[in-house]
């Protein structure tokens, strides 16, 4: 049995944790900026939040500008902001959103707010369901205030010393909530219907349409062909949960050939070579393989039997060893679907 002391101890770190839980959405971790060449900035979650997050891509030419996804976070795209303001040497005209994931849409709202003239570009299949994302934008706001009541509710239960600090965080989040009502996610202006080719100013690049890790996804060339802007279609664990996964898994092995390729810059984690990609197109394909010769057998005994090998290979750190048997269910359930 607990002492006293020890659950007063106990509780109270459950109360933290839950602010901290609560509070998450209006808080952010720095991405890190990298350069990828003179034009392109890579815009890298942590490691330790990149199942949760998007990275981003700042494409800069002589005339233009080009972001490539918002981040999740809302607080994350504000801070995105006050950066852009002092790297951005051409006006902001082109928000690509990869796919319509709350991580890489949903985040657009809070850049067209900044950015008004900037126009929004998407796969032709969220042009015709944008109603549907201008709700998910509503309802994420909705669980935003959620959290903030939630929060208000266990400052009470704070020590008295603790609650200014965290009173002074929900008033922050608040404000923001506050701020945000006003936003909306405004139409796209742009659709891609098979491929759409872009001139930055003496930059030019190449947006395609494709259906694989959804039924609306957009990837982006660069520099000759030499750079892919992939999105989750190119993560090197993939998250296979609504895709088009024998789509996929061709699309993954066309750019893994693909010798043009150099450098290609992920929805999630850090950049790669061409060559990365056959860890992904193997998962695919094995997930694809292991429903079809076993049609009839359950979806937990599929995972169970499942090869150890892309446990051992995938599941490298501490995020990645709490996504992976997800990623893998998501992936069984989808492929029994698509049978």
Excluded at 68 to 83: L, M, P, Y
Excluded at 107 to 122: D, E
Excluded at 304 to 320: G, N
């Amino acid at each position: 049995m607990l002492s006293s002391p020890f659950k007063l101890i106990t509780t109270f770190k459950l109360l933290i944790v839950g602010l901290l839980i609560s509070l998450a959405p209006f808080a952010y971790s720095a991405v890190t900026w990298q350069t990828i060449s003179p034009n392109i900035q890579f815009l890298q979650q942590q490691p330790k939040l990149r199942f949760y997050d998007s990275n981003q891509v700042l494409i800069q030419g002589k005339e233009c500008a080009l972001m490539f996804d918002a981040s999740g976070n809302f607080a994350a795209v504000e801070a995105t902001i006050v950066k852009l303001k002092s790297t951005l040497t051409t006006p902001l005209c082109y928000l690509v959103a990869s796919h319509f994931h709350d991580d890489h849409l949903l985040g657009m709202a809070i850049l067209q707010h900044s950015y008004p003239n900037a126009k929004l570009i998407v796969h032709k299949q969220i042009a015709r369901e944008f109603a549907n994302f201008q709700r998910a934008f509503e309802d994420k706001l909705d669980s935003y205030e959620q959290s903030v009541e939630l929060s208000y509710q266990r400052l009470a239960e704070q020590p008295a010393s603790l609650q200014p600090q965290w009173r002074k965080k929900l008033e922050l989040a608040k404000q923001r909530l506050l701020r945000w009502r006003k936003f909306n996610l405004q139409p796209n202006a742009m659709q891609v219907s098979d491929s759409l080719a872009l001139n930055l100013g003496d930059y030019p690049i190449t947006l395609h349409a494709h259906q694989a890790h959804t039924n609306g996804d957009l990837t982006l060339l660069a520099e000759q062909g030499t750079i892919l802007l992939g999105g989750d279609i190119v993560d090197w664990l993939p998250y296979p949960g609504h895709g088009n996964l024998v789509e996929w898994a061709e699309l993954l092995k066309q750019f893994s050939n693909n010798k043009q390729i150099k450098i290609i810059l992920p929805g999630h984690g850090a950049p790669l070579k061409a060559t990365d990609l056959s860890q992904p197109y193997r998962f695919l394909q094995q997930i694809i393989k292991h429903v079809s010769t076993n049609p009839n057998v359950e979806l937990t005994t599929l995972q169970q039997s499942f090869p150890a090998e892309f446990a051992k290979d995938y599941q490298i750190d501490t995020a990645a060893y709490k996504a992976y048997p997800l990623f893998l269910q998501a992936g069984l359930k989808r492929a029994k679907q698509s049978k």
